[in-house]
């Protein structure tokens, strides 16, 4: 999964710390794409899901670019629903 990162936003990372204290949570996840009117076009839903890795966009002083942060996951199943 990739998102767009905004101040005090750190849901992936907490979720992800999770592992690190051998307290893994697992959760059952709905990821949707959404069309140009922001409605959902294809969902998918992801059974009992928990992150394996979280990365951030390098970021540089003098750029301009949108944080980027990536989260890769386990799941245990996972369905589509098209729209």
């Known amino acids: ?7 005090s936003d750190n849901e992936y990372f907490a979720w992800f710390q999770t592992i690190q204290l051998n307290t893994v ?7 949707s794409l959404l069309d140009e009117n ?3 076009a294809v969902t998918w839903k992801v059974k009992n899901a928990f992150p394996l890795k979280v990365n951030a966009t ?3 002083a003098e ?4 944080a980027i942060e990536t989260l890769e996951i386990a799941h245990e199943g996972l369905t589509i629903e098209n729209n």
């Open 1 to 7: 999964l990739k998102r767009g990162t905004f101040k």
């Open 25 to 31: 949570e697992r959760r059952s996840i709905t990821i």
């Open 38 to 40: 922001g409605e959902p």
């Open 58 to 60: 390098d970021l540089k």
């Open 63 to 66: 750029g301009n670019e949108v």
